[in-house]
């Protein structure tokens, strides 16, 4: 299992759209069950009546919690790829301020005054439109306080990373906290709110295992095995199916051609890193146009995300072979090596050899377009050889381009983004 | 909350929180699974305001940095965006369950000793700190709370008590609203 699927390619953007919809229709059809409609019952929080908020929503952070933990433990999901909104800390306190604040007088807060206008809630509509307000409003002001907005920035960091407290000893205290203040609060709710814990509440004074305790506990139970179960992160640690290894190097479907390589640079796309695995003495002498160097001794599973797709490459196919297994047990999906290597690539793309003047007119037209690649990343095309020069290629002068540069009248296409490493323009991700 | 009304079907009980929270909780973990993402809200909303400010005033929305985020470089429109389309469903959502369990009601929420001007304009003036809020802090309750809470970030921690903290410390001032 590859997961989160999305990050692994496994369905369209369009798909996700249609994933939005429905994961929205869970998140709204739960939020109007839990009374998250209603704004009187979400501000009974706030006076100790009914503490639903606290409830539902730490139920809900636990049970994702607790489960992404383990699922990334179980090395299902790569808890690197599921996304955290950086951390801006003052602007954070300042909106959380804010918006507490917001949340007592108006009643809502976005999420459940959608459910409330959807149910018909009049106020609901209104705190929309009024949210709609606030919207613009610090857009037109986003100039004057955009500086403020980026103070104490620290990126992307969570709890664990920030005290050092490993993240399962993390889960089982959050879980533990939790439980104490659903407790607490059903004392609470007696108390403020003269409702005794009935059915269905942790504190029910019945002596059983209620389903609502049964769950609590199996939480707690996992929790606690969280605390010792090491890292979610999937490190270093490699593991191969030989197999599907086999499979995939027996059909060469983990090969790229040079010429391919050549149209998708000369296309400008950049859905893919290119990697050259050589030293950086080399890498400095000549590479391929948006190359990044990436030394094979210094190759580790933290250099990319394991959802890029990746093309390696070295002088040869040695080299970038290895590569190619290392982040293969890695759990690299898309791993790819260039055949052939710079060798192949100085063949066929640099200096591609003229055809024979009495060669037939297809070879001459597919000559004259591998000339037009050839000039694009700075070679040129080798004269047609005499049949014994030909034999021995190894005589021939294989000039690197940047040690001579070739006058180049004509660029065939357009110059791409010689950065193919460079990602995709994305917009916001986070809420 | 309501007065009993022999013409409507009696609205059913809410769920017991614990069940919801759960219900709520593998929503979240599904989303997480399946898109590598959480849960949010705020931001459809702005992206739907960058986006009508754009038609209105493009050079306007082009030259706002806030605005240029959520619009992206032109090549689709803003709105085919993920959270936009989950809010549509988080609608819906809302709808079918308060059909469901005979919520669905053209009323206001509020308590018994405020009037329904005040509420409204309460409503609009939380909603529009809301905005703001939600701007300042990279997002509320659902992407930040929610979202950040079980993935333990800490600036979604730090924003979740200061929510907790804002609301208790403002409750008594306006408890003639709700109680």
């Known amino acids: 299992m590859m997961a989160p699927f999305y990050k692994f ?82 602007p954070q306190i300042v909106g959380g301020l804010i918006l507490g604040v917001g949340f007592i007088i108006g009643g809502y807060c976005p999420g459940t005054s959608c459910v409330s206008a959807a149910t018909g809630r009049l106020d609901g509509m209104v705190y929309l439109a009024g949210m709609i307000g606030g919207l613009v409003g610090f857009a037109e002001l986003y100039p004057l306080i955009e500086k403020f907005t980026k103070i104490t920035a620290l990126g992307k960091v969570t709890l664990p990373q920030f005290t050092g407290i490993p993240y399962g000893v993390l889960v089982f205290a959050v879980v533990l906290m939790a439980l104490c203040a659903f407790m607490a609060a059903e004392w609470a709710e007696q108390k403020f709110g003269g409702k005794a814990p009935g059915k269905g509440a942790l504190l029910e004074p019945v002596l059983k295992l209620t389903p609502v305790r049964g769950f609590a506990l199996a939480l707690l139970g996992l929790s606690f095995i969280a605390a010792f179960a090491g890292s979610p992160y999937r490190g270093h640690a490699a593991s191969i199916d ?190 | 909350m309501s007065d009993p009304n022999p013409h409507t079907l009696a609205e059913k009980p809410h769920m017991n929180p614990y069940w919801a929270g759960l219900g709520l909780g593998l929503v979240l973990l599904g989303s997480f699974v399946v898109m590598g993402r959480g849960l949010g809200a705020s931001g459809a909303f702005t992206t739907a305001v960058a986006t009508a400010v754009h038609t209105v005033a493009p050079a306007h929305a082009e030259g706002n940095a806030f605005y240029a985020e959520y619009l992206g470089d032109g090549s689709v429109s803003p709105l085919k965006d993920w959270l936009v389309f989950e809010v549509l469903g988080l609608f819906l959502g809302g709808f079918l369950s308060g059909a469901l369990a005979n919520r669905l009601k053209f009323t206001i929420e509020k308590g018994p000793r405020i009037g329904n001007p005040l509420r409204l304009l309460m409503a609009a003036f939380g909603g529009a700190l809301m905005g703001i809020g939600a701007k300042l802090a990279l997002g509320c309750t659902s992407g930040q709370a929610l979202t950040g809470g079980s993935t333990l970030n800490l600036g979604s921690w730090a924003f979740m008590c200061c929510v907790f903290g804002g609301a208790y410390a403002l409750a008594w001032f306006v408890r003639r609203a709700w109680l």
């Open chain 1, 242 to 431: 030989t197999r599907e290894l086999a499979l995939s190097a027996g059909t060469k479907a983990d090969h790229v051609s040079c010429t391919e390589l050549a149209d998708w640079l000369i296309e400008g796309r950049n859905d893919f890193l290119l990697v050259d695995v050589r030293d950086a003495k080399d890498f400095a002498e000549y590479h391929i146009p948006g190359a990044m160097n990436v030394p094979l001794a210094t190759l580790s599973a933290d250099f990319a995300a394991r959802n890029e797709k990746v093309v390696f490459y070295s002088d040869g196919g040695i080299h970038s072979a290895q590569a190619w297994l290392l982040l293969k047990a890695l759990g690299f999906k898309s791993s790819y090596m260039l055949f052939g290597g710079l060798e192949e690539w100085k063949d066929t793309v640099l200096f591609p050899k003229t055809p024979a003047a009495n060669a037939p007119t297809k070879e001459q037209v597919d000559f004259a377009r591998r000339a037009a690649v050839a000039k694009h990343f700075g070679g040129t095309p080798m004269e047609a050889m005499p049949a014994a020069a030909v034999s021995t290629p190894s005589a021939q002068p294989k000039p690197v381009p940047a040690l001579t540069p070739v006058p180049a009248p004509v660029v065939p296409a357009p110059a791409p983004a010689n950065a193919p490493a460079a990602a995709p323009k994305k917009r916001k991700e986070g809420c």
């Open chain 1, 9 to 90: 390619g496994l369905f369209s953007e369009e798909m996700s759209l249609v994933v939005a919809f429905v994961t929205g229709i869970g998140f709204g059809f739960f939020l109007e069950r839990a009374g998250f409609g209603n704004a009187r019952m979400l501000a009974a929080q706030f006076y100790f009546r009914d503490l639903r908020v606290l409830k539902v929503m730490f139920t809900a952070i636990i049970t994702a919690m607790v489960g992404l933990f383990m699922l990334s433990r179980l090395g299902y999901v790569d808890l690197s790829l599921v996304y955290l909104t950086p951390t801006f800390l003052v």
